[in-house]
């Protein structure tokens, strides 16, 4: 009788092992699903915006290259017409941009075979048409007005014209096909993932009701053993009274436990992290359990048990813990990033040169301990755009300057500003330890870090400054030489328009 009631206890307890950890293991898939999805949704977010910028590039270009000829066209023709140079020489200054930013269109489509059909025929009208131009222009520099004006109508400059027009309007009409279709798909990619993170939520409230299913049964296995030991000889009872008081302790971690699960469960993350921080709780005195079952009774006490208590429990536990704070600070940083998309720009008349002033008010602590120069240089130029966003991208540039120093050079930070043909440049400047060239753009992509890994951060900060400046219809880049310093420009419009909104 005593070694059936033994048998079973410790089938008992294995199982309950062994079930457990089948459940933490499935709710840790789950967790590492939804992580993969949230990864891969911000990985095609990420390329859809690359995707976008790259139409609004080569739609920019193809305005560009349509001005630069039209201009050239209105040109020769003032030149025909009055034999004024000042025309003739407008002309070749727009006749000499147009290689260019023919080569950019060239660059920008050459993944595409219709852009690239449409930019061959587009280059022998342009021929045509600048020989033509050319012959034009010779004779009335020659004097020849008259035979000039009669090879201007006998050309077919008109039709010419018309044909680069409508080679441009097919161009553009390309460009705003494929962003129709990478809308579509960026639309069923967040599908996906809701797909995903829902079933990855069903599987971890399954697993959760299974695992309370099984500690209730456990529970009640346990008390049955207790009733049947108190049955044997009294030689036992002071061994069976031990052992009772230590499962009793047991039951109650375990009714706690599970109170926790059914009372404080508020989403399928919080519920995986207090159920092991409940299950790390309950390993001492399992532990203790086998230890004094080892010396009292050690017959009953199997290896499997053993390992169970002291080793395959505390290291998955350690384990499920590590992954499940790690997946808390990532989607915190996804949640942190959705909600500054959600937040409205409100445009305001700044000086950003008072921003920055201010923000060195609020960390003048810091640059002092980190023994930090911070140079304003005024005048800045002042600009219409939202005061929230500037001043978080501009605290987040000056805080990483003053963070990443070169080891043994005392830190020196300048904010500059300038304008440029209706736009602002802000430049933030610094003597740290630099970025690996390699590393210019990726520095940017969520998640992503450069060099050695030993301040503290998630690395979202840049990735934060990037989406503001898109939403400020801006752009943000880096220039760097390792061991040498870093300079961050932040390129916005003078005034902030709806239009300049970027995806």
Known sequence: ??????NRFVVSQGRFGRVILSFMLVGFLALIAAGIAAAWATARNQDHGGAVVHTYEVELSIATARRLIEQAEASRRGYLLTANREYRDAYRRWAAEMPGAI?????????????????????????M????????????????MTEAMILFYQEASVRRMTAIRSTFDRMAAEERRLLATRDEAQRQSLQAFYVILAVAGVLLVLVMIASLLTVMRYTRDLARSRDDLRRFNEQLEET????????SRANEEIQRFAYIVSHDL?????????????LSAATTP????????ETECPAIVTEEARLAAREDLPEAIGFIRTSTQKMDRLINAILKLSREGRRVITPERIDPAAV???????IRHVLDDRGVTLTIRRPMPTLTTDRVAIEQILSNLIENASKYLQPGRPGQITVSGEERRGRVLLSVADNGRGIDPRDHQRIFDLFRRSGQQDQPGEGIGLAHVRALAYRLGGTIEVESTLREGSTFRLNLPKTFEAQDIKP
């Not at 080569?103 to 021929?127: F, H, K, V």
């Open 266 to 278: 508020r989403s399928p993350l919080v519920n995986v992290m207090g159920f092991t921080a409940e």
């Open 240 to 247: 069976v009274a031990e052992r009772t008081a230590d499962l």
């Open 129 to 144: 048409l600048f020989a033509a131009r050319t012959q034009s222009i010779a004779m009335v520099d020659r004097g020849r």
């Open 1 to 6: 009788m005593l070694a059936t009631i033994r």
């Open 103 to 127: 080569g950019r269109l060239g660059r920008l489509t050459q993944d595409n075979p219709n852009q690239r059909a449409n930019l061959a025929a587009l280059r022998r009208a342009l021929d």
């Open 356 to 362: 920055a002033e201010t923000i060195e008010a609020s």
């Open 286 to 293: 399992l532990a203790e359990l086998v230890d004094r079952a």
